[in-house]
């Protein structure tokens, strides 16, 4: 009689089969109910939107009360990160160097704009001390509504300097960036911001200053208009590009440096900044582990919030628009869009790995009331392009200290 059929032979049909069958199974779906439920409840955002993107695009998007899609808001603050963007290509393309004093970009032989004496703390401010904020010239308060921001720049903000060594201190105000686009005009010839802009960022992500777009204002730290979908592609250009551009944004520029204002004191969170972004962290001192969560962003004034998680795959905006900041809020829109997104995280996170991630053992921020006692800018009902800064808690003052930013 002929010997049996081996074992293998009989397995392979029903593991074909087996093969096929999970094949045709449809892949699972993230579930965003949990997201969806953190987004729509509360009172932190009474009416925006949550858009969330990984590698492949926008993978989630929410609306909450009345807030269109490609509705145009001011986003203050959140246009420091473009502002940063911007630098760091001009770094890449050897347009300009990080060590170069400004006075080197500033000066020509028949014009001498920025000090060269070595008595002046002023004359050793580098390109990186203006965009990580740790120059002296945080200052961009502009007295005279009748002047342009060239001629604001050199009668008020460069006067108002403070006696303070560059790199020694970090004081979160939009005098920084203000010289550094005055800097930026001068070195590449072109007219205005909005061209230096469009040529180093809207010409690589496909916005331009036009129509629904980028709109830049003429303050540089604080004034682009632009909607979700446009701010998306910007944060999706900055998520996806490659560390050669996005290393020197993201470095903790802090290490060694005096935090002297920071407007998320109010959380009970101490954060650290790069170019135009900040490094978060979600601990009462600042914690080195905080470097590995790769968590950075750049909250505006009158609650936009996007964000990008490194380590988790993923970017994200909160936005909301609330112009009302007269104190009638507590805390006020860009803290409140910042614990809101601090509390979708990790539901977030969870979606987008299938339900495979542990829950967080962090609890939610729950940071104290933001005193009333804090002053707040009391902006104009329509806002105008020159508004700039998230607001700063009032810091203890220094010897030096001059000026408070608005």
């Known amino acids: 009689s002929s010997p049996p059929p081996p074992m293998c032979h009989l397995w392979t049909p029903i593991l074909a089969l087996l093969i096929i069958t999970l094949a045709l199974q449809p892949l699972a779906q993230p579930d965003w109910s949990q997201v969806e439920t953190i987004f729509q409840e509360g009172d932190e955002v009474p009416e925006?939107?949550?858009?969330?993107?990984?590698?492949?695009?926008?993978?989630?998007?929410?609306?909450?009360?009345?807030?269109?899609?490609?509705?145009?808001?001011?986003?203050?603050?959140?246009?420091?990160?473009?502002?940063?963007?911007?630098?760091?290509?001009?770094?890449?393309?050897?347009?300009i160097t990080l060590n170069g004093l400004v006075s080197t970009y500033m000066n020509t032989d028949d014009t001498t704009l920025w000090t060269t004496d070595p008595d002046d703390v002023r004359s050793g401010t580098t390109v990186e001390h203006l965009l990580s904020f740790t120059s002296p010239c945080f200052d961009n308060t502009c007295d005279d509504s009748t002047l342009d921001k060239e001629e604001c720049l050199w009668q008020y903000i460069y006067p108002n300097c403070e006696d303070v060594e560059s790199g020694s201190r970090f004081y979160y105000g939009g005098?920084?960036?203000?010289?550094?686009?005055?800097?930026?005009?001068k070195v590449t010839g072109l007219a205005a911001w909005k061209d230096v802009a469009d040529k180093y960022l809207g010409e690589h992500i496909g916005v331009v200053n036009q129509g629904l777009s980028h709109q830049w204002g003429d303050s540089p730290p604080g004034s682009v208009f632009t909607s979700v979908?446009?701010?998306?592609?910007?944060?999706?250009?900055?998520?996806?590009?490659?560390?050669?551009?996005?290393?020197?944004?993201?470095?903790?520029?802090?290490t060694s440096t005096t935090i002297a204002s920071s407007p998320v004191t109010p959380l009970g969170q101490v954060w650290h900044y790069g170019f135009g972004n900040w490094l978060e962290c979600n601990s009462t001192a600042w914690d080195p582990v905080c470097i590995d969560d790769q968590i950075f962003s750049s909250p505006g004034l009158f609650g936009f919030n996007p964000w990008i998680d490194r380590k988790n795959g993923y970017y994200a905006i909160v936005a909301q628009f609330d112009a009302n900041l007269a104190g009638t809020r507590n805390p006020p829109p860009y803290l409140a869009s910042v614990i809101v997104g601090q509390r979708l995280s990790p539901a977030i996170i969870d979606a987008l790995s299938g339900g495979s991630s542990?829950?967080?053992?962090t609890p939610s921020p729950s940071p104290s009331p933001v005193p009333t006692t804090t002053p707040s800018p009391t902006p104009s009902p329509t806002p105008t392009p020159t508004s700039s800064n998230t607001p700063a808690p009032t810091p203890t003052p220094t010897p030096t200290a001059t000026a408070t930013p608005t």
């Not at 979908?229 to 802090?254: G, H, I, P, T, W």
């Open 229 to 254: 979908e446009n701010y998306e592609k910007f944060l999706r250009y900055v998520f996806l590009k490659d560390q050669a551009l996005v290393s020197e944004m993201e470095k903790d520029r802090l």
């Open 48 to 95: 925006g939107r949550l858009l969330v993107g990984d590698a492949t695009g926008i993978v989630y998007s929410s609306i909450k009360g009345d807030f269109p899609e490609n509705k145009t808001v001011l986003i203050a603050s959140a246009s420091k990160w473009m502002c940063g963007a911007v630098a760091a290509r001009m770094i890449s393309e050897g347009v």
């Open 358 to 361: 542990q829950p967080s053992t």
């Open 175 to 185: 005098g920084h960036m203000e010289i550094f686009a005055s800097l930026a005009i």
